[in-house]
């Protein structure tokens, strides 16, 4: 949504002080000196110049004036969100009856999480060897996390999201350092890792909160709260 929220106008002349007086005297000339002409003009002839005068005067004195028109408008959209989903072959690892694929799966379908979905402006990545937009055209034989995120980056240098939902069971096993990439980046990363590994856990992501004006070279802090419940 936009909307013009404040308009001002300013003069960046120096002295417009001795402007405005300039402008009376001149517009005052303008007006005596076609008045009476010598030889004498028709009336329509003497307005018409009279008016060209007054409007190159006008002219003059906007060049004088140096005026600026500045106009704020604000514009509000909806979070932008790049949800990154590993899919690689060790998310095909079972552990506690279910494959850390299926977890996944859960994951995104579960009721909380389609809320969230539904209040940002989404967009889902596939990764392994690389980065898609479609599973099957992502090379599962390798994972390099690192390398997606460098990639990620600079497809979204014109309009970057503004956060990034990592889910992984982590083995970054190709490619460069993670840590290395990750500190390079401006986009706020929230990895949720699908690997089990402190018992038979239910996860799910209840609410994602973070402040969205952030500035370029300042930290920012995302708040991810989680909820679960032990199975038996």
């Known amino acids: 949504m936009t909307g013009i929220n404040e308009i001002s106008f300013e003069s960046l002349t120096s002295y417009p002080w001795l402007v405005w007086p300039a402008l009376l005297i001149l517009l005052a000339a303008a007006v005596l000196l076609y008045r009476r002409t010598n030889p004498p003009l028709p009336v329509y002839l003497r307005v018409l110049l009279g ?7 006008l002219a003059l004195i906007l060049a004088l004036l140096e005026p600026v028109l500045r106009l704020t408008r604000e514009y509000e959209r909806p979070r932008r ?10 998310m095909d690892k079972q552990e506690a009856g ?15 999480f389609r809320q969230i979905a539904q209040s940002v402006d989404a967009q889902t990545r596939y990764f392994g060897g690389n980065i898609a937009t479609l599973p099957d ?3 599962s034989d390798r994972t390099a996390i690192a390398d997606i995120m460098y ?25 460069r350092e993670p840590t290395e990439v990750a500190a390079n ?16 856990f239910d996860i799910g992501v209840a609410d994602i909160n973070y402040n969205p004006i952030t500035f370029v070279g300042q930290p920012t802090e995302v ?3 989680l909820q679960w419940q032990q199975g038996g």
């Open 137 to 139: 055209r992502v090379d």
């Open 151 to 175: 990639e990620l980056d600079k497809q979204q240098l014109a309009e970057p999201a503004d956060l990034w939902l990592l889910f992984s069971d982590g083995n970054s096993n190709s490619g």
């Open 51 to 57: 008016t060209l005068r007054v409007i190159a005067i």
């Open 223 to 225: 708040m991810v709260k």
């Open 98 to 112: 279910l494959t850390r694929r299926q977890r996944l799966d859960s994951l995104l379908t579960s009721e909380s």
């Open 81 to 90: 969100v790049t949800m990154l989903l590993d899919h690689s072959t060790s």
């Open 185 to 200: 980046l401006s986009t706020p990363i929230v990895v949720i890792d699908m690997a089990v590994g402190g018992g038979d």
